[in-house]
């Protein structure tokens, strides 16, 4: 079992920057895939970054070239670093992970374990 614990949510201004920090615990070996979601009130989760844990990741339209998703050494942390912020961004912002591999690291349905949440609000 995996347990994931995120952090670095709040209240920014349009065009500012939030770091989101997400920390993997437990059988962390089994990990392939590890991703950030968002979901606003009555809108689906949407996949907003993933990564493959050997190396790569994938963005949604909306976030590219704004958003960044890194691993730590240790391959226990992930981050999102989220750089000129807009209104549309306030969501609550969740992780997850796979056990396994996926090759649709933005689709929700492929993973097996989420966080929390933590609320990000641009205004």
């Known amino acids: 079992h995996v347990q994931l614990v995120e952090s670095g949510g709040g209240s920014v201004q349009a065009g500012g920057s939030l770091r989101l920090s997400c920390a993997a615990s437990g059988n962390t070996n089994s990990i392939k895939n590890m991703g950030w979601f968002r979901q606003a009130p009555g809108q689906e989760r949407e996949g907003v970054a993933g990564?493959?844990?050997?190396?790569?990741?994938e963005y949604s339209d909306s976030v590219k070239g704004r958003f960044t998703i890194t691993l730590d050494s240790a391959g226990n942390t992930v981050y999102l670093q989220m750089n000129n912020l807009k209104p549309e961004d306030t969501a609550m912002y969740y992780c997850?992970?796979?056990?396994?591999?996926?090759?649709?690291?933005?689709?929700?349905?492929?993973?097996?374990?989420w966080g929390q949440g933590t609320q990000v609000t641009v205004s």
């Open positions: 990564l493959y844990t050997l190396g790569g990741s």
């Open positions: 997850a992970a796979k056990a396994g591999f996926t090759y649709s690291p933005l689709s929700a349905t492929e993973y097996n374990y």
